[in-house]
């Protein structure tokens, strides 16, 4: 049972501005870095935005994310087909001295 | 090119032991933490185990606790997983995964393996 909530689902049309919440708690978004991950049916997971804002060389500049508090969004900016895919937040929690996933959402091009 | 590869996945009944090894290659694998990942048929990542580049530091969900053990071996660039007494519930993909930094918790994971499947039967 994650302690990272997200919708289920997201979506909208290409072009359109997309926004996946992440929702946690003192003793992980709000006291540490949140990245988020990438991952395509039957692949492995990649990270696309780590330490709350910062892209990887090679993720396109419409992925954006941001942290206030005790929650995290990640933004797709220009949605494309490709986009089709689970995304999924992270962060270490000290209280459980572990490192938790969100729920994961799969973001849907309409 | 950072690489890893996972290896020694397979079917296994419930209450038996398995390891489980990862062979890294393209970096200085004595420098970064390790991970080790696993995702349910059809569910979510959960985070199974990390452990530092110098094997100072060990951390374990609580799900696997006392009966997974992570270790490495720097000089031959791998990384294991003991899992002893599964369970039917630890069926799953099993990934490696590179930490960002050598110490001394989970950051971002900056790189995957392919994954293997572990399959516990009764």
Redesign the interface.
Known sequence: Q?VLTQPPSASGTPGQRVTISCSGSSSNIGSN?V?W?Q?FPG?????LI??NNQR?SGVPDRFSGSKSGTSASLAISGLRSEDEA?Y?C?A?DDS?????????TKVTAL | EVQLEESGGGLVQAGASLRVSCTASGFSFSSHGMNWVRQAPGKGLEWVSYISSGSGTIEYADSVKGRFTISRDNAKNSLYLQMNSLRLEDTAVYYCARDHAGCCSTTSLDFWGQGILVTVSS
Not at chain 1, 96 to 104: A, C, P, R
């Open positions: 994650s870095y990245h991950y991952q692949t492995a997971p990649k990270v780590y330490r990887p689970d999924y992270a270490w459980l001295s572990g490192y938790v996933f969100g729920t994961g």
